[in-house]
């Protein structure tokens, strides 16, 4: 059985930084596996944050671009979002998803959001 446990979440002040991990179980990372990160405000849509390609490379969207970074330990089986320069509106609850097909369309994964297998999320708040 598949599961993604994200783990990491808490409440930090704007300017700090955390570091999201999501541990795979029923499967392992492999490197031609899409990963990523997926977050809701509160009273917002769920909106795609961060994937990773299965060579390695990443994307962010432009509201966390430069602030926040998506990566992975194969030899771990875990996924990590490092987050620094947190600001209020990063308060959200975070999500990891994996697809275990060999698409390359990552980028179409994130934002049309149809990952197969979610985590049940963490939360993360930023105060002001």
């Known amino acids: 059985q598949v599961q993604l446990v994200e783990s990491g979440g808490g409440s930090v002040q704007a300017g700090g930084s955390l570091r999201l991990s999501c541990a795979a179980s029923?499967?392992?990372?492999?490197?031609?596996?899409?990963t990523g990160w997926l977050r809701r405000a509160p009273g917002k849509e769920r909106e795609g944050v961060a994937v990773?390609?299965?060579?390695?490379?990443?994307y962010s969207s432009d509201s966390v671009k430069g602030r926040f970074t998506i990566s992975r330990d194969l030899a771990k089986n875990t996924l990590y979002l490092q987050m620094n320069s947190v600001k209020p509106e990063d308060t959200a609850m975070y999500y990891c998803?994996?697809?275990?097909?060999?698409?390359?369309?990552?980028?179409?994964?994130?934002?049309?959001?149809?990952?197969?297998?979610w985590g049940q999320g963490t939360q993360v708040t930023v105060s002001s």
């Open positions: 998803a994996a697809d275990l097909s060999r698409r390359r369309d990552c980028r179409t994964l994130l934002s049309s959001q149809t990952f197969p297998y």
């Open positions: 029923g499967f392992t990372y492999r490197s031609y596996y899409c």
């Open positions: 990773i390609w299965p060579d390695g490379t990443s």
